[in-house]
């Protein structure tokens, strides 16, 4: 059945002990592996001097790593013997660093000198802008000291040392202080400035005494220090290439990738043992794989070792997929539970639709999820629910706000509020009752059908019978036949018989309070429609009455709000109402997910950014 998880498959693979570096990156490469080893390796396999190597590069990487080019890992087949291989990369990253050094330290310098240049011209160049010699006052000393601190907004100075003469500069909405005084009590203000966060702006003592002139030398300063920096760039990518650094970086990845997956399979002078979980079922991934990477290998499938929990995979079409994240927030649905997601892929888009029911509204956001949900994958659940939203917006009447643009095809919200919050009542009592479904289903696969016959199986039928008494009063007995049948039914179940009586009462009470509640809860769907009507009313009443130009602003402005404040508060009540009225009845998601092998990759590092 579609809506049962799947149990993960045990595999074991024999391969060649010199392929099984390949034969991991084919498995990584089908994304439906997870390794778990059930047995103690006859032979260890250890990659001499690994741990070694890398301590070396993490020791470099924490100098160098935002100057290194992306990691060029390798293709499996031309991997080189891991010795050779780790001994000539840290070689190369050896001699790339020390003929590096002298480059960063200049780069570094020339990235600071810049960061204040610009600062500096950015001062200069505020309107308003009035500064003395500054020749003179970058030169000044050695009993004299002077300052120029650009001020963080709404930051006050409140006292200065004594002895410093203070200049303030008010430069559109820029605040600039010019500090001169005894060098002493200037390095003091130079605390109080850095506790305030305000920058201190460079001097150079090369600047011109004309503040015109001065800017234009900080500019032609600014551009000198940029040739340089680019200069530097073009020498270390020259560097890199001659002592191929970024294949030494993709070797070392390689190898720590390996070492990661490999050091406990069981493996003999010439064979390894690769064991674990698959998602692929019939094994045809994982064969084409290694037919592609042309393993030599032997693969079957058995029953999982005793004690070893199996993964859970979910089955479902790509179109339901992103709705497994309902389930996903409680947990995995494990194989003997229900998988929810066909069925909350019909109930969230109804939920959603009818609480947001406006065509307009509807299609912006169905546009909204066509356009995201290739980057962020969960944003696909605005295609459904905007699509129902557009349909309930048919069935109101309701085109942007407006109600007088087309006819409703069934009503009018707050013209008829009673069968608005009416429907959403017998819809929560149909989930009530698909969720009590879903149990009697999960115990039928775990074999405990009578169980849920003789117990759930009255509460059933007690809550048919309270929910349909409004409907039919003499649906009343169903009830009382129905609470009888549990507490009968408990009590014949348990061993203690008699004994179980107060504890089945209890339940009954617990679990008939529960469900009516939950039946009551869905009457918000019906009454946040209303208020998204009430809220469209409202935006319509102002955009009434006054000019043409004003009434488009207000309801392109009231449209806007209404998807962006009442979509995010529908959207939290439909994700409310399916975990706690719906998955509450049935779903305590005990599976385990399958986390797949990952493929060898780069190394952590920050790559290097250029100025």
């Known amino acids: 059945m579609g809506m049962r998880p799947q149990a993960a498959r045990w595999f074991e693979l024999l391969t060649p002990r010199e392929q099984l570096a390949k034969a991991l990156d084919c498995l990584a490469f089908t994304g439906s592996v997870e390794l778990q080893v059930h047995s103690q390796p006859e032979e260890a396999i250890e990659i001499p001097g690994l741990e070694g190597a890398l301590e070396a590069r993490d020791e470099l990487a924490r100098r160098y790593s935002t100057w290194w080019p992306e990691p060029e890992v390798p293709p499996l087949e031309d991997a080189t013997d891991p010795a050779e291989a780790m001994k000539d990369a840290l070689e190369r990253l050896d001699a790339w660093s020390k003929a590096a050094e002298p480059m960063i330290r200049e780069a570094e310098k020339l990235d600071l000198e810049l960061a204040e240049l610009s600062r500096l011209d950015e001062a200069l160049g505020s309107p308003g802008m009035t500064l003395p010699n500054l020749g003179r006052l970058a030169s000044a000393g050695p009993v004299l000291g002077a300052r120029l601190y650009q001020m963080p907004p709404g930051v006050p100075v409140r006292s200065v040392p004594p002895s410093v003469i203070v200049h303030w500069i008010q430069s559109g909405e820029t605040l600039y202080v010019l500090a001169i005084g005894p060098r002493a009590q200037v390095e003091t203000l130079d605390r109080q400035m850095s506790a305030l966060k305000a920058r201190r702006l460079s001097l150079p003592d090369w600047l011109p005494d004309d503040p015109a002139e001065a800017r234009d030398r900080v500019r032609e300063r600014i551009r000198a220090c940029r040739s340089r920096r680019a200069d530097i760039d073009s020498e270390l990518e020259t560097l890199s290439g001659r002592h191929a650094l970024a294949r030494a970086l993709g070797d070392l990845a390689l190898?720590?990738?390996?070492?990661?997956?490999?050091?406990?399979?069981?493996?003999?002078?010439?064979?390894?043992?690769?064991?674990?979980?698959?998602?692929?079922?019939?094994?045809?991934?994982?064969?084409?794989?290694?037919?592609?990477?042309?393993?030599k290998h032997l693969l079957r499938f058995t029953e999982?070792?005793?004690?070893?929990?199996s993964p859970t995979v979910l089955k479902n079409p790509s179109w339901i997929r992103p709705f497994e994240m309902f389930a996903r927030l409680i947990g995995m649905p494990a194989a003997t539970e229900a998988d929810p997601s066909r069925l909350v892929a019909v109930i969230a888009p109804l939920l959603f639709?009818?609480?947001?029911?406006?065509?307009?509204?509807?299609?912006?956001?169905?546009?909204?999820?066509?356009?995201?949900?290739?980057?962020?994958?969960?944003?696909g659940l605005l295609v459904s629910g905007g699509l129902m939203a557009m349909v309930f917006g048919l069935a109101f009447g309701s085109v942007f706000a407006r109600e007088?643009?087309?006819?409703?095809?069934?009503?009018?919200?707050?013209?008829?509020?009673?069968?608005?919050?009416?429907?959403?009542?017998a819809f929560g009592v149909f989930i009530i009752l698909l969720g009590l479904f879903l149990d009697a289903l999960q115990s039928f696969w775990r074999r405990r059908a009578g169980r849920w016959l003789a117990t759930r199986g009255g509460l059933t039928a007690a809550y048919v019978g309270l929910v349909g008494a409004f409907v039919h009063p003499p649906l009343l007995w169903l009830m009382i036949l129905g609470m009888?049948?549990?507490?009968?039914?408990?009590?014949?179940?348990?061993?203690?018989?008699?004994?179980?009586?107060?504890?089945?009462?209890?339940?009954?009470?617990?679990?008939?309070?529960?469900?009516?509640?939950?039946?009551?809860?869905?009457?918000?769907?019906?009454?946040?429609?209303?208020?998204?009507?009430?809220?469209?009313?409202a935006v319509v009443g102002m955009a009434e009455g006054v000019p043409a130009w004003a009434s488009l602003i207000i309801m392109m402005l009231g449209n806007l709000l209404i998807i962006t404040l009442e979509g995010l508060v529908v959207g939290i009540q439909t994700t409310r109402l399916?975990?706690?009225?719906?998955?509450?009845?049935?779903?305590?998601?005990?599976?385990?997910?399958?986390?797949?092998?990952?493929?060898?990759?780069?190394?952590?590092?920050?790559?290097?950014?250029?100025?």
């Open 404 to 425: 007088d643009i087309i006819p409703a095809l069934w009503l009018h919200p707050l013209t008829h509020p009673l069968p608005v919050l009416g429907v959403t009542l």
């Open 304 to 309: 999982p070792p005793p004690g070893l929990e």
């Open 353 to 379: 639709g009818y609480m947001f029911g406006d065509v307009g509204q509807g299609a912006v956001l169905l546009a909204a999820g066509l356009v995201l949900r290739r980057r962020f994958p969960v944003m």
């Open 484 to 537: 009888v049948w549990f507490v009968a039914g408990s009590a014949l179940t348990s061993p203690h018989h008699l004994r179980e009586l107060p504890a089945a009462l209890g339940e009954l009470v617990e679990s008939m309070l529960q469900m009516a509640v939950n039946t009551v809860s869905f009457v918000r769907v019906g009454a946040f429609a209303l208020a998204h009507a009430g809220l469209s009313a």
């Open 578 to 611: 399916v975990l706690f009225e719906f998955f509450i009845r049935f779903l305590t998601a005990e599976g385990r997910q399958l986390r797949p092998l990952a493929r060898p990759g780069p190394t952590s590092h920050t790559p290097r950014r250029t100025t």
């Open 255 to 295: 190898m720590e990738w390996f070492a990661g997956q490999a050091p406990s399979l069981p493996v003999t002078q010439h064979f390894a043992w690769v064991t674990g979980w698959t998602s692929d079922t019939d094994g045809m991934a994982i064969e084409d794989a290694m037919a592609r990477g042309n393993v």
